[in-house]
């Protein structure tokens, strides 16, 4: 199955493929444009987007990484 983000710029980020999926969301592969760099891509569903309380633990999480 194909994912319509690969291939897709996000935030100066290249998106390569899919690397994992849980409860918060999807990770990817990614090569950062403007630092020439592979990294790590964390994606929301929509739906968590939305509800601030979800958005509030993702900044969280993403903080303690």
């Not at 710029?9 to 592979?38: D, S």
């Amino acid at each position: 199955m194909t994912d319509a983000l690969i291939g897709k710029v996000l935030g100066g980020c290249r998106i390569q493929e899919k690397i994992g999926a849980g409860g918060m969301g999807t990770v990817y592969k990614a090569h950062h444009l403007g630092l020439n760099k592979t990294v790590a891509v964390k994606v929301l569903p929509l739906s968590f987007a939305r509800d601030m309380e979800r958005v509030k633990r993702f900044v969280r999480e993403a903080r303690a990484a």
